[in-house]
């Protein structure tokens, strides 16, 4: 049913879009970076919503004025190309990385809380994922109802967590025990995995805007954008508030704790055992409801790139089996399996979303692609130096201790992509694509996934 526009639509959409960012697994990485940074915070507060709150709001946005969809990275990196590094994201995101954490988190921070030892993770994992394939499978409409109750539940918990962390710090803060305090904050940025999830954002975003009675390109814009301001400044206070208290912390807890063992700690200092309980209860459920989402879009996706020969239902199996499989291993190596595929995955794919919104500009895909493949190229080697520290030169790149070494390479292969494509004749087969035309002409899109 499509409501008649009003000028408040952004603030509500805007509502709605924090809501659809604010995961209960992003919550475990604020603290710890806090905790670690110490009396620089600010500095990794800062990268870390550089990457998961602007950049992402800033794709979201480009995406949505591009056409919204997947389609708009396959038209600016090329069919395959772009079904490549958008499987990538839904694979990190809906199956080996996500998905997988939403168990392991709900583990560490709702059962041991309350059970300690009692309960094992396999056992309980089964269980978990026993309901997300009960619930995505046949698409319920309990989940969204959850939802609507869990996200208001989950961001009362936190004001009140940080309110009382506030008026009674956990004590003085200490210096960083991390001399990568950047580097950590851009790291956890591509852990909270935001980046990765837009594609399949953009199209809810737009087609939420449509049901408020926004058809029109130019309508639809500023109420995007203007929505996607609120999302940002509201994840940006959440966030920022729960670094704070990890900084509170850095002299008070042990800093062997893990990122779901800090905040559960800080929820128990600052509220008691009631605090962490009822915290628990609130994530374990948000947690939940964030892996049926998950699964169930990656699912919806490898149904239709494959043009249905993997039906919906197969998918909901498969995802959920590897989910199951991986959640086993436990949250912090999950995490650690994570920071390498994702340090690779995420440049690229941001330096791509990032352009789409200089398409206008833009004559060519090559452009695009020179970028993409510059970002790749520059993510791989760093990877490789900091999983394995075999080439030390590289530390002297430019932006290194800030963790954006690979942006001149990929702004470089920008470059060189646009002399190739004078070269070869391709320096306008952007000029009369599809998306070219959705960005420019304000076409309405097509939904192509």
Known sequence: MVSSPKKTDFLVIGLALFAIFFGAGNLIFPPFLGMNAGTQWPVAFGCFVLIDVVITCLG???LCRAGGSTAAIEGALGHRAGLLINSAAVLCTGVLIASPRTAATTFEMTVVPIAGNA?????????????????????SKVVDIIGKILTPLLVAAIVVLVAVGIAHPLGPIGPATSPTVAQDGIAAGYQAMDILCIAGFAVLLQDTVISHGHRSRSAQLPIVAKACLVAALLLTLIYGGITYLGATASLT???????AQLLVQITRALLGEWGVVLLGIIVGLACLTTAIGLIGASAAFFERVTAGRLRYPVGVALATIASLAICN???TNIINLASPILAIICPPYMITVVL????????????FKGAATGALVASIAITLHTTFGIWQAIEALPLYSFGFAWLPPALLGALAGWMLSYAFGFQKDLTESPLRNSA???TPSKHTD
């Open 60 to 62: 979201l946005f480009a």
């Open 119 to 139: 309960v094992d993770l396999l056992p309980f994992s089964i269980a978990f994922f026993a309901i997300v394939f009960a619930l995505t499978v046949r698409q």
């Open 253 to 259: 807890l042990d800093h062997s704790l893990t990122q």
């Open 329 to 331: 291993m436990g949250l």
């Open 356 to 367: 789409l919104l200089f398409i206008r500009h833009i004559h060519s895909t090559w452009v």
């Open 440 to 442: 420019t002409k304000g």
